[in-house]
């Protein structure tokens, strides 16, 4: 019942910026944490940053300082800004929700089909 879009991923260049969108959409009465990961070839899939309904962020060390997350909940969407971009943030980025579907004993997570960035040096 519920679909998660990413867009905003692409070719940028070290030093450079992207900001990430990922917007949520169907049968959703609300939207509890969520989470942008990253996965790089031949890596583990790598929590980036998560945000809380409340709007509290938590970030992974490697990305401190550059990325912020954010979310507008009137419009299901969730950012990551990404600035002083570095080659080695290359990866496939994935969005995920834990969304509330009719009451709290029905809720899902959901993923995005990720977006590429690719950072060249």
């Known amino acids: 019942q519920v679909q998660l879009v990413e867009s905003g991923g692409g070719l940028v260049q070290a030093g450079g910026s992207l900001r990430l969108s990922c917007a949520a959409s169907?049968?959703?009465?609300?939207?509890?944490?969520m989470e942008w990961y990253r996965q790089a070839p031949g890596k583990q899939r790598e929590l980036v940053a998560t945000?809380?309904?409340?709007?509290?962020?938590t970030y992974a060390d490697s990305v401190k300082g550059r990325f912020t997350i954010s979310r507008d909940n009137a419009r299901n969407t969730v950012y990551l800004q990404m600035s002083s971009l570095k080659p080695e943030d290359t990866a496939v980025y994935y969005c995920?929700?834990?969304?509330?579907?009719?009451?709290?004993?029905?809720?899902?997570?959901?993923w995005g089909q990720g977006t590429q960035v690719t950072v060249s040096s």
């Open positions: 995920s929700a834990h969304v509330l579907l009719r009451s709290i004993y029905d809720s899902q997570y959901y």
């Open positions: 169907g049968s959703i009465f609300s939207i509890n944490t």
């Open positions: 945000i809380t309904s409340g709007g509290t962020t």
